[in-house]
Structures are given as C-alpha cells and as structure tokens.
C-alpha cells in the first residue's frame, strides 16, 4: 500500500511558475512509474508527465518544453515544475504511483493560472 501526498499548488499569473512535489510513504518499494495527472470539472484525469524509476520520462504534448518532472527515488518524492503556465493549465493536479500492477492517487492539489 502506498500513500502520497501533494503540495504545492496555488494561484499564479499566466507565464508565472509553480513548483509541485509528491511524498509518497507507505510501501513505496519498486513503484514504478510515477508521475502526475491532472482533472477539470467534468472531465477525465489526462496524463500530464510520468517518470519511470530509472527510465525515460513522457510528457503530454500540452506541456513538452514546460514542464518538468523529476523522481528522487532515495526519498520516495516526485516533483513538477511547471513553467510559462497558462489559463489552460488550471486543474486540480494528483500524484500518481503505480506497483505491482496497482495505482495509488494522492487527493490532489489545485492549481489555478489567471490571464
């Protein structure tokens, strides 16, 4: 089982930036990968990055050359760095980790971009 928790959202202007960072506790052994989602009201969770434990990291075409994600894998943390954020990024934005074939959410974290 595996717990994960995310902060660092906020309210930001378009072309500002923010920083979000995941802890996951719990037993966190081998999870692989982990990434972020991100949700609107009324619409399905879509893929924002994933990062693999010692592999390639996936990016959506709506954020490529953005944002960012990194995994510290001693620390059980993963991180997004989000640049030159617009409207269009505001979502509620969840943690995700998957291990042995079962997915494990944090509750979310809301981020909001103002024009």
């Known amino acids: 089982q595996v717990q994960l928790m995310e902060s660092g959202g906020g309210l930001v202007q378009a072309g500002g930036s923010l920083r979000l960072s995941c802890v996951a506790s719990?037993?966190?052994?081998?999870?692989?990968?982990m990434g972020w989602y991100r949700q609107t009201p009324g619409n399905q969770r879509e893929l924002v990055a994933l990062?693999?434990?010692?592999?390639?990291?996936t990016y959506a075409d709506s954020v490529k050359g953005r944002f960012t994600i990194t995994r510290d894998n001693a620390r059980n943390t993963v991180a997004l760095q989000m640049n030159s954020l617009k409207p269009e990024d505001t979502a509620v934005y969840y943690c995700?980790?998957?291990?042995?074939?079962?997915?494990?959410w944090g509750q979310g974290t809301q981020v909001s971009v103002s024009s």
């Open positions: 995700m980790a998957s291990r042995y074939g079962a997915t494990y």
């Open positions: 719990g037993d966190v052994v081998s999870a692989d990968p």
């Open positions: 990062k693999a434990r010692y592999g390639s990291t």
